[in-house]
């Protein structure tokens, strides 16, 4: 099935399995993927290791001229770089998840932000998984999905992420960054996560992954008109 060169955005709340999916369209469809909240956790990081972030989640100004010297880069496998330094292990921590909505609530952040996203863009066939790509980055987007699940199964899945990865984290402590998380992104003034108007919506809370990708297959043959 070959799809015509357009940018698809996935936008919806925490472990939704937006990456998942978003991935698996583009290996699908020979699209590029990529990852808009590796970039606000890498200046959450970034941040972090500069000292511009207190433990009460208070951004110092000082954060805005500092993203003058930031340089971050996907590699192989899309994996995050900040300079020469991989920190795709450190971007998915819970100290990470714990200061990322903060970080990117802040609007000159999110300009830094967008504008490596827009470059992305304009090379077309992309897909992009976010808060704001259909509403805020690209809301030109000509395929755009809003997806939702309930709360007790992207927590037990964003815990068993974790602990497959290695690390013990406390169910309630994913849940409590879950919510936190949701709440702010959602309540910001720059770019809320919202669902656009023409976002399809994906609630995949009983949904196998097949079943998903069954849905999205269907979905673009019929936007698409495509066999
Ligand atoms: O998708 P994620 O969980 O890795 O995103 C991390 C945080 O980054 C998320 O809590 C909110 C923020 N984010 C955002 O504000 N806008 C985006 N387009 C993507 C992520």
Same mark, same amino acid.
């Given at each position: 099935?070959?799809?015509?060169?357009?940018?698809?955005?996935?936008?919806?709340?925490?472990?939704?399995?937006?990456?998942?999916?978003?991935?698996?369209?583009?290996?699908?469809?020979?699209?590029?993927?990529?990852?808009?909240?590796?970039?606000?956790?890498?200046?959450?990081?970034? =941040? !972090?290791?500069?000292?511009?972030?207190?433990?009460?989640?208070?951004?110092? &100004?000082? /954060?805005? %001229?500092?993203?003058?010297? $930031?340089?971050?880069?996907?590699?192989?496998?899309?994996?995050?770089?900040?300079?020469?330094?991989?920190?795709?292990?450190?971007?998915?921590?819970?100290?990470?998840?714990?200061?990322?909505?903060?970080?990117?609530?802040?609007?000159?952040?999110?300009?830094?932000?967008?504008?490596?996203?827009?470059?992305?863009?304009?090379?077309?066939?992309?897909?992009?998984?976010?808060?704001?790509?259909?509403?805020?980055?690209?809301?030109?987007?000509?395929?755009?999905?809003?997806?939702?699940?309930?709360?007790?199964?992207? =927590? !037990?899945?964003?815990?068993?992420?974790?602990?497959?990865?290695?690390?013990? &984290?406390? /169910?309630? %402590?994913?849940?409590?960054? $879950?919510?936190?998380?949701?709440?702010?992104?959602?309540?910001?003034?720059?770019?809320?996560?919202?669902?656009?108007?023409?976002?399809?919506?994906?609630?995949?809370?009983?949904?196998?992954?097949?079943?998903?990708?069954?849905?999205?297959?269907?979905?673009?043959?019929?936007?698409?008109?495509?066999?």
């Amino acid at each position: 099935m070959k799809i015509p060169d357009i940018i698809i955005a996935i936008d919806g709340y925490s472990s939704t399995g937006k990456s998942s999916l978003a991935k698996k369209i583009a290996r699908k469809f020979d699209f590029l993927y990529l990852d808009s909240g590796a970039l606000y956790r890498g200046v959450t990081l970034f =941040a !972090q290791e500069e000292g511009l972030i207190s433990r009460l989640n208070t951004v110092n &100004p000082a /954060l805005k %001229e500092a993203l003058g010297g $930031l340089e971050l880069h996907f590699g192989a496998e899309g994996k995050l770089y900040m300079g020469p330094r991989c920190i795709e292990q450190q971007i998915r921590s819970l100290e990470v998840s714990g200061q990322v909505s903060p970080i990117a609530a802040v609007p000159y952040v999110r300009e830094w932000v967008d504008e490596m996203l827009h470059a992305f863009g304009r090379a077309g066939r992309i897909v992009m998984d976010g808060r704001d790509i259909g509403t805020a980055v690209f809301p030109e987007a000509q395929l755009k999905i809003f997806m939702t699940a309930s709360e007790q199964v992207r =927590a !037990q899945r964003r815990y068993d992420e974790m602990v497959a990865k290695g690390e013990t &984290p406390l /169910l309630e %402590e994913v849940v409590k960054n $879950l919510r936190e998380r949701d709440y702010i992104d959602s309540h910001r003034e720059t770019a809320p996560l919202r669902r656009a108007e023409d976002a399809f919506e994906l609630d995949n809370s009983d949904m196998t992954f097949e079943e998903e990708l069954a849905w999205v297959q269907g979905l673009i043959q019929g936007k698409f008109g495509i066999l």
